[in-house]
């Protein structure tokens, strides 16, 4: 992980990383650069002198981080850094209600067994949020360091409030109401308050697994204790003999709930899509040697986006010709099942996520930049928009100019697009189309596509399909 040393110039603090005062995250050209407090910089001596952390580091479960010069980001005026630390970069950031429920699932199971292993040798985390962790492909992996601290008798896991809210009670809304979780957590930073939650587990409801321990017993000590303040509470655990052990089985009980919640969602119609989309065999096949050939030529993509992956079909063909794939879908039950087919094939260059393309996730938490917004996080050196163009223009009532500057705005300079045009005569067209007015998209032609993104880019390849109602193009943008 050596890498040469950056200099101050260009540093950019991360938005995100300003809430713990102790330490902070920075931005130095590709580098991921963490300033430490006095306090913090001790806690994480004693982590790289541990047994545990070093090993779930060579897991891959905890992300790389080793010691930088300390002059590689500026000193803090109230709290100056005592020492920096340099992190593996994450290919690309996502935000838990862009997750499918077994993503969601899978990232608190590695958050529980992460803390079982510090607990095991003095130490805990002060955080639980579900945003403490990434994704590497398929592979959850934590990145908050700085949540590190040593343990003390007599404290609770200080990260059972953020747990609960931002992991273990959207994974209780799903798979016991099944309800989807991802805007509840859009809607709320911190995630689902207990109060919101209580009122749709009442009745029966309350003895489903985990429900009155963890939502309706958790919200009345709260409310039992709202009058007092931290340090009364942990005073009242010690004088009661609450100890680690007593916390070590508190959270391998939490462990063994979320390994039982589960929820495997219907069949929708964007779940057989491939079968029912009207694809021949030779259009297929034309489709992906086109899709191929546009991802082979140049220079060799450092991130590729699918806006509208379905299966994953051409996000496994992107990522044989790319380091790396996030493949987007609307439907939450598709990506859950594309995210279980992906893990299950040891697949680690593809990341599934839940996104409406014509609702994509906007700038979220403290002015709007806390959590990034979707096009700002992705600047892809090639976009493959394939059959998506026709539900965007017709289905979604989006104007055509605009579909070309949005996926124009997600590609890097001199990044490629991958474009599939529905012509108004394809029979899924015809189908979108008879839910319409008449008329109501005159400019929704196949001239008029092809002069919007001439336009924008230059367009090097195009190819009809034996079909002849799609045409594909490869566009290159500002060339």
């Known amino acids: 992980m050596n890498r040469p040393v950056a200099g101050t110039a260009g540093v950019r603090p991360e938005p995100g990383s300003f809430r713990d005062p102790a330490?902070?995250?920075?931005?130095?050209?590709?580098?991921?650069?963490?300033?430490?407090?006095?306090?913090?910089?001790?806690?994480?001596?004693?982590?790289?002198?541990?047994?545990?952390?070093?090993?779930?580091?060579?897991?891959?479960?905890?992300?790389?981080?080793?010691?930088?010069?300390?002059?590689?980001?500026?000193?803090?005026?109230?709290?100056?850094?005592?020492?920096?630390?340099?992190?593996?970069?994450?290919?690309?950031?996502?935000?838990?209600?862009?997750?499918?429920?077994?993503?969601?699932?899978?990232?608190?199971?590695?958050?529980?067994?992460?803390?079982?292993?510090?607990?095991?040798?003095?130490?805990?985390?002060?955080?639980?949020?579900?945003?403490?962790?990434?994704?590497?492909?398929?592979?959850?992996?934590?990145?908050?360091?700085?949540?590190?601290?040593?343990?003390?008798?007599?404290?609770?896991?200080?990260?059972?409030?953020?747990?609960?809210?931002?992991?273990?009670?959207?994974?209780?809304?799903?798979?016991?109401?099944?309800?989807?979780?991802?805007?509840?957590?859009?809607?709320?930073?911190?995630?689902?308050?207990?109060?919101?939650?209580?009122?749709?587990?009442?009745?029966?409801?309350?003895?489903?697994?985990?429900?009155?321990?963890?939502?309706?017993?958790?919200?009345?000590?709260?409310?039992?204790?709202?009058?007092?303040?931290?340090?009364?509470?942990?005073?009242q655990l010690r004088a009661a003999g609450y100890t680690r052990e007593l916390v070590l089985a508190t959270v391998r009980g939490i462990e063994k709930l979320v390994r039982r919640l589960d929820r495997r969602p219907p069949v929708s119609h964007w779940s057989d899509y491939q079968r029912t989309c009207g694809y021949t065999g030779q259009d297929r096949a034309a489709k992906e040697g086109f899709v191929t050939a546009a991802l082979a030529a140049g220079v060799r993509p450092r991130l590729v986006l699918d806006l509208g992956a379905n299966d994953g079909r051409y996000a496994r063909l992107a990522a044989g010709h790319a380091d790396y794939v996030v493949a987007v879908e609307q439907d939450p039950a598709v990506v859950d099942e594309l995210y279980r087919t992906l893990r299950a094939q040891g697949q680690r260059r593809i990341l599934p996520l839940v996104l409406d393309l014509a609702d994509p996730s906007p700038g979220g938490g403290w002015?709007?930049?806390?959590?990034?917004?979707?096009?700002?996080?992705?600047?892809?050196?090639?976009?493959?928009?394939?059959?998506?163009?026709?539900?965007?223009?017709?289905?979604?009532?989006?104007?055509?100019?605009?579909?070309?500057?949005?996926?124009?705005?997600?590609?890097?300079?001199?990044?490629?697009?991958?474009?599939?045009?529905?012509?108004?005569?394809?029979?899924?067209?015809?189908r979108l189309l008879a839910n319409k007015p008449d008329g109501l998209f005159p400019d929704y032609r196949r001239d008029t596509f092809e002069r919007l993104l001439a336009a924008r880019g230059r367009i090097t390849d195009r190819l009809e399909l034996p079909s002849g109602t799609r045409t594909l193009y490869r566009a290159v943008v500002g060339g």
């Open 367 to 430: 002015r709007g930049v806390e959590r990034a917004g979707f096009a700002s996080r992705a600047s892809a050196d090639a976009v493959l928009a394939l059959a998506v163009v026709h539900h965007l223009a017709i289905g979604r009532n989006i104007p055509l100019p605009e579909v070309v500057d949005w996926l124009v705005g997600l590609t890097a300079p001199g990044g490629a697009i991958v474009v599939e045009f529905v012509h108004p005569e394809d029979p899924m067209a015809h």
């Open 23 to 235: 330490n902070r995250v920075f931005h130095v050209g590709d580098d991921v650069l963490r300033g430490l407090d006095a306090a913090a910089a001790a806690d994480w001596r004693a982590l790289a002198g541990s047994e545990f952390f070093p090993a779930l580091v060579t897991a891959g479960k905890v992300c790389g981080t080793e010691d930088a010069p300390p002059a590689l980001v500026p000193a803090d005026a109230r709290r100056p850094w005592a020492a920096v630390l340099r992190h593996d970069r994450i290919p690309f950031v996502s935000h838990p209600y862009e997750w499918s429920f077994a993503m969601l699932r899978d990232a608190a199971l590695l958050h529980l067994e992460i803390l079982r292993a510090a607990l095991a040798e003095g130490f805990t985390t002060k955080d639980g949020s579900a945003y403490n962790l990434q994704w590497r492909g398929t592979d959850p992996v934590f990145i908050d360091i700085g949540s590190f601290e040593p343990v003390r008798d007599g404290e609770p896991w200080a990260g059972y409030r953020q747990f609960c809210q931002t992991l273990l009670y959207p994974l209780l809304l799903t798979a016991h109401l099944g309800v989807d979780f991802q805007p509840w957590l859009r809607a709320r930073v911190d995630g689902i308050e207990a109060d919101q939650l209580r009122p749709l587990f009442a009745g029966t409801r309350r003895l489903r697994p985990g429900v009155l321990t963890h939502l309706h017993l958790h919200g009345a000590m709260q409310q039992r204790n709202a009058s007092a303040t931290t340090t009364d509470v942990r005073a």
